[in-house]
């Protein structure tokens, strides 16, 4: 486990070098509270949470306010838990998910910020849409009423590091550009979320507005 200062140190650092627009998300996955408390009193705005149970456990936890991004895989049997949960779903693949997330926030009356989740790697184990197929995708839930299609967001190859992303990263990024130019009623692609710990630099410079930084924050998981 990282020290609260090197926790500190490790936001404020990436904090500093990020450009104008950039927003980070502090990946937290097997966090305590305590590190994502030290994280959010060092800077952080927006915690990322790969599984509900994780998320409201920390949440009831957590010393400081935030806002909070599903990052994983979401199951439609936890949408209703997720969309009292987090202010963002970020891996929305599906009409039949998204129905599900517009049902449950209609009964809170709640309008859910998405992304449409890429698999720009195209690998089969993974969830995401394949990048022919997002824009019907988008289409298809723009009608929903409680939910808001915000932009994409990418993962990359399993086994891809650093540069060999920048393809990947490029493909979604052109991706957003077409949809974005598309003017769908009800949607704003306004977020492009790319890049982790080991590549969020490169997703940078191929567009992404949104990083998803772990490791590099947090220190590595024991």
Request: charged share 25%; hydrophobic share 40%.
């Amino acid at each position: 486990m990282s020290t609260e200062k090197s926790i500190s140190e490790n936001v404020r650092a990436v904090l500093s070098e990020l450009p104008h627009g950039v927003e980070l998300v502090a990946a937290a996955k097997t966090r305590t509270a305590e590190e994502i408390s030290q994280a959010i009193n060092a800077g952080i705005n927006i915690i990322g949470e790969n599984y509900i149970q994780e998320a409201d456990a920390a949440r009831n936890s957590v010393k400081y306010a935030a806002r909070w991004h599903f990052i994983g895989s979401l199951q439609k049997n936890k949408v209703r838990k997720a969309v009292r949960l987090f202010d963002m779903i970020e891996t929305v693949d599906s009409v039949a998910l998204a129905q599900e997330i517009d049902k449950e926030s209609a009964a809170i009356a709640k309008i859910m910020q998405v992304l449409i989740e890429i698999n720009s790697g195209r690998e089969m184990q993974k969830g995401g849409v394949l990048p022919e197929d997002a824009a019907k995708l988008i289409r298809d839930i723009s009608t929903l009423r409680h939910i808001r299609v915000d932009g994409l967001m990418t993962m990359g190859p399993q086994n891809c590091i650093g540069d060999a992303l920048r393809p990947y990263f490029a493909t979604t990024r052109n991706l957003f550009n077409e949809i974005k130019q598309q003017s769908i009623a009800g949607v704003e692609m306004r977020h492009l979320s790319m890049g982790m710990s080991d590549s969020y630099k490169i997703a940078i410079e191929e567009g992404a507005n949104i990083v998803r930084l772990g490791s590099r924050l947090f220190g590595p998981r024991l």
